[in-house]
């Protein structure tokens, strides 16, 4: 009897034990889907809906004249003037990184950050170090490539809608600037260089972001390549709008005062903000 009790003693405490770890790794595996399912539903950056292409078209319109209004205008080159929005570049996407959820104001300003730096520093890279606007575009083409490559690898995907840890939106934003960059030397190089002037170049490029459109509504083409297209796209819209907007006449612009326009845009922008919803991406990746 003793040897029994002593040996049901035994088998109690082993199916104790075992309860108990079973119970661990239950409420481990819940935690782990709970963490998934925050991680899916969390992200940084906002919805795209028909109000973000808006605000992106408005964003890089504005980095347009006022980059131009820095280097041209106040006459401070575009060396000295892309110093300048680099550094506020970096203080901005510094604190975009370190917050904890996403800020509407935060997140365009950065946006706005990256197209008046990438203006300046597409102005330096054509013009001052004279590579020209195709040798230009093709660099940063090459950059832009390089970092969504490089990102893929990395990360695994190269998602616009789920940025939610700081190595994610670090390629997630050296992505965006490249693309900005690369928007500026592309709308120059169709508007001067292959001579469509800024109408016409304005023109060229919403008809390509309108075939775009009819691929996502018509197609299964892959979301992620249509967001990034886009994107570039929506840069050198914006670079021939604005200089469009304050080129002199015989240049074929409306010879607009460069800090005026821009300041139109800014209340512009920050009306689109208002007006339209501004919610946290939370789909999954794009595919």
Request: proline content about 3%; glycine content about 8%; charged content about 15%.
């Amino acid at each position: 009897m003793p040897a029994l009790a002593s040996a049901l003693q035994r088998s109690s405490a082993t199916v104790s034990y075992s309860v108990f770890r079973l119970e661990q790794t239950l409420r481990s595996a819940r935690d782990s889907v709970l963490l998934s399912e925050d991680q899916r539903s969390f992200s940084k950056v906002p919805l795209v809906t028909l109000g973000f292409w808006v605000i992106k078209i408005a964003a890089t319109t504005l980095g347009e004249t006022g980059g131009d209004a820095l280097s041209m205008t106040l006459k401070l080159g575009y060396a000295v003037s892309t110093v300048i929005f680099l550094a506020i570049f970096v203080v901005l996407v510094a604190s975009e990184i370190r917050a904890k959820h996403f800020h509407p104001y935060l997140y365009w300003s950065v946006i706005v950050a990256t197209t008046t730096a990438g203006t300046t520093l597409a102005d330096f890279c054509d013009r001052s170090l004279h590579i020209g606007y195709l040798g230009g575009s093709l660099i940063l083409l090459g950059l832009l490539l390089t970092s969504l490559a490089a990102w893929r690898i990395v990360v695994g995907h190269v998602s616009f809608s789920m940025i939610s840890t700081p190595r994610v939106e670090t390629f997630y934003w050296a992505t965006i600037f490249t693309s900005n960059t690369l928007g500026t030397a592309l709308g120059d190089w169709l508007a001067d260089s292959a001579g469509f002037g800024y109408e016409r170049g304005a023109l060229v490029f919403a008809g390509g972001l309108l075939l775009l459109a009819l691929l996502f509504f018509f197609t299964k083409a892959s979301r992620t390549f249509l967001f990034w297209a886009a994107f570039i796209l929506t840069r050198p819209l914006g670079a021939t709008l604005g200089d469009m907007l304050t080129k002199p006449h015989d240049h074929g612009g409306l010879a607009l005062d460069r800090f005026v326009a821009s300041g139109a845009l800014a209340a512009f922008l920050v009306i689109c903000i208002l007006v339209f919803p501004q919610r946290p991406g939370h789909h999954n990746h794009g595919h």
